[in-house]
Structures are given as structure tokens and as C-alpha cells.
């Protein structure tokens, strides 16, 4: 069991920065695929950034945010955070950790355990 909860969100304006941080509980946190997803009102939950297990520093980031977002994590602390620059209107959702044992995926519907979300509105 994991329980994961979000913070950091928030507002702010067009071409600013935001850095999201995901603490979660247990003591395998290394072992787990950790994952951002967000949804606007309206909608689907879609994938914003991956990053694998262990030690691995192997990331990757949907088309839309590629290069403004960067996915970290951090074992020692179990936690992972998402560093997200060049903010834009579009960006604005809430924004959820997500954690998985099976493999790295894009899916929202293969991870197993999920962070209530935080808010995160960025102005034009």
C-alpha cells in the first residue's frame, strides 16, 4: 500500500514556474514507476511525465509539455517532483501522483495508486 499526496500547486502567471512535489508512504517507494497525470474540467486525465524505478533517471514527458517539465525523484525521501517552467494557460488542471509496480507506461488505468491532485491555474 502507498498513499501519495500532492502539493506545491497553485497560481500563477503565463510563462512562470511551478514545482510540484509527491510524498509518498513506505518504505519500497524505490520499486515503484512513479507518474504525473493531469485533467482540466471537461476532460480525460491525460499522462504529463514518467519516471522509472530504482535508480534509474530514465524520464519521459508527453509531446505538449517536453522540455518546460522535468520529472525528478528522490529515494532518500521518497518523493517526486515535478519541476514545470514556460508555464501556459493550457497547463492549467489538476495534476496528480501517480505510482505503479508494473511497468513504465503512459496509462493512466496501469498505475495502482493515486494522490488526491493539486490545483494548478496559470493565467494568461
Known amino acids: 500500500q502507498v498513499v501519495l499526496v500532492e502539493s506545491g500547486g497553485g497560481l500563477v502567471q503565463a510563462g512562470g514556474s511551478l514545482r510540484l512535489s509527491c510524498a509518498a508512504s513506505?518504505?519500497?517507494?524505490?520499486?515503484?514507476?512513479m507518474g504525473w497525470f493531469r485533467q482540466a474540467p471537461g476532460k480525460d486525465r491525460e499522462f504529463v511525465a514518467a519516471i522509472r524505478s530504482g535508480g534509474s533517471t530514465y524520464t519521459y514527458y508527453a509531446d505538449s509539455v517536453k522540455g518546460r517539465f522535468t520529472i525528478s525523484r528522490d529515494n532518500a525521501k521518497n518523493t517526486v517532483s515535478l519541476q514545470m517552467n514556460s508555464l501556459k494557460p493550457d497547463d492549467t488542471a489538476v495534476y496528480y501522483c501517480?505510482?505503479?509496480?508494473?511497468?513504465?507506461?503512459?496509462?493512466?488505468?496501469?498505475?495502482?495508486?493515486w494522490g488526491r491532485g493539486t490545483q494548478v491555474t496559470v493565467s494568461s
Open positions: 501517480a505510482a505503479t509496480l508494473g511497468r513504465s507506461t503512459v496509462l493512466a488505468t496501469q498505475y495502482d495508486y
Open positions: 513506505g518504505r519500497t517507494f524505490s520499486s515503484y514507476v
